[in-house]
């Protein structure tokens, strides 16, 4: 399953090199930044000595605009957020939540078998700003909300510590890294299970199903089912129902078909 660690807003330059050093240690390197303070933050001489060698993690890394870009191709999002929102995905520890998804992963491709032409499943790990952690908006589009279990009375951890726990423990779940043959030297091969697939087709990613929800939203309002002016919890819910059911490409396409079809009746009846 392709990893992906997403940071929202980030403030601070000298954590984005320590979410490169701790990404390179498990042995990650996707890592996105969605508008960070810094437009130059790649290059600059805090990141690059935080970063502690993991020079290869920051060359490939991508500065994005939005959080719509930074999710393209990812179907499980994990949010890192202190304080669970009401209305929220369930708030989990991270190991708990590591076994259950690597072990739906392995069942999904067990029950399909290996095909090389199916599309990677991606799982995206969010954080939020130094300064303000995570928008509600945000949480609300993940699938659980992760929090590491840590001394009540003194929970607060760098970004770049927190990274690090969760590189760590996702790593773990995959299978971890084979021992090394001799002291300093050897094949620190990852062992991976195979890539996951749907059981019944191809996973709608993050961005398919926000693009459906806005879809969804415009159709309700037009019923006269959802009032834009009092929105309530309505579709924050819906989010976590879709997230719930795993939807593929193909029940996307159809329930923009029918927000289409809602859409068309609606114009119709007013024109």
Known sequence: MHTRFILINTSHAGNVGAAARAMKTMGFDDLVLVAPRWANVLRREE????ASGALDVLEKCRIVDTLDEALEGMTHLCATAMTPRDFGPPTVAPREHFELLSKSERDK???RGLDADFPQQGVGFLFGSERFGMRNEDVYRCHACLSIPSNPQFGSLNIGAAIQVIAYEWRLALGGFAATT????GTAQAVVPGAGAAMSGAMADAAQVAGMLTHLEQSLVALGFLDPAAPKKLMPRLNQLFNRAGVTQEEIHILRGIAKAILQSSASRNG
Request: cysteine-free.
């Open 182 to 185: 001799e002291a300093g030297q």
């Open 47 to 50: 990141t690059i000595q935080r």
């Open 109 to 111: 491709s067990i029950a």
